[in-house]
C-alpha cells in the first residue's frame, strides 16, 4: 500500500518556483526523514503542483508536521490556505527499474 499527497499551491507561479527551489534541499531532507518515495513538481497557470508518494499515511502526517517544512512555508509567505490538498490510499504503484 501506499499514500498519495497532491497538493496546489495558489499564486505567482515564477515567484513560487524561485521559493521552491530555495527550499528544495531542506524539503527533501524532511522527506528523507519520513520516508518519502517520490517527489514531483511542476509550474501551473495557478501556481505549483506537488506530488508526493508515501510508503504510508503516518510518513505524510509525520513530514506535513514537520517544524522545519512550517518554516521553509513561512519564510515564503505559503500559508495553509493557498494550499489545496488531496490524500488517497493507493492500491498500487509502480517503480520502474
Known amino acids: 500500500m501506499g499514500f498519495l499527497t497532491i497538493a496546489r499551491v495558489d499564486g505567482d507561479p515564477d515567484v513560487l518556483i524561485e521559493g521552491y527551489r530555495g527550499t528544495a534541499a531542506l524539503m527533501d ?6 520516508g518519502l518515495v517520490l517527489h514531483a513538481a511542476a509550474r501551473t497557470s495557478e501556481g505549483l503542483l506537488i506530488v508526493n508518494l508515501w510508503p504510508s499515511e503516518e510518513g505524510s502526517s509525520a513530514a506535513a508536521a514537520d517544524p522545519r517544512r512550517h518554516s521553509a512555508l513561512a519564510r515564503h509567505g505559503v500559508s495553509p490556505g493557498s ?15
Open 83 to 97: 494550499q489545496r490538498k488531496e490524500h488517497h490510499v493507493l492500491e498500487r504503484y509502480v517503480i520502474a527499474p
Open 29 to 34: 531532507g524532511v522527506g528523507h526523514d519520513h
